[in-house]
């Protein structure tokens, strides 16, 4: 079974096209996205470009210039710091006094 095309939009307005119910509801859940239409043409819409020397890039554009950037290698998506699940960040154990040079009697 195909998953479902949603548009999605972050918190600044900027649109990418989103596969499948999971993905969808982990961006509105995050990161704070939610549903927008089909980009017009004033839109701005994140593309991606991945080039084997340089990685993964992103940048934002307007949808009227989607069919320029297609001719590059730039199509619509997420940009990379969303295409993973985020990290927890490692539970830290309390810090333990140290002594400061202002402890010390002379």
Sequence with gaps: MAKTLY???DPEGVRAPVEGDDERA???RLHGWSESA???RLDFVWLRHEDPALGVAAMTWEAAQLDAWAGRGWTPGLPPALTAEPVEPPKSSPAKPSA???DKKE
């Design 7 to 9: 548009w999605l939009a």
């Design 26 to 28: 982990r961006l509105v």
């Design 38 to 40: 089909e980009p017009g």
């Design 100 to 102: 400061s040079s202002g």
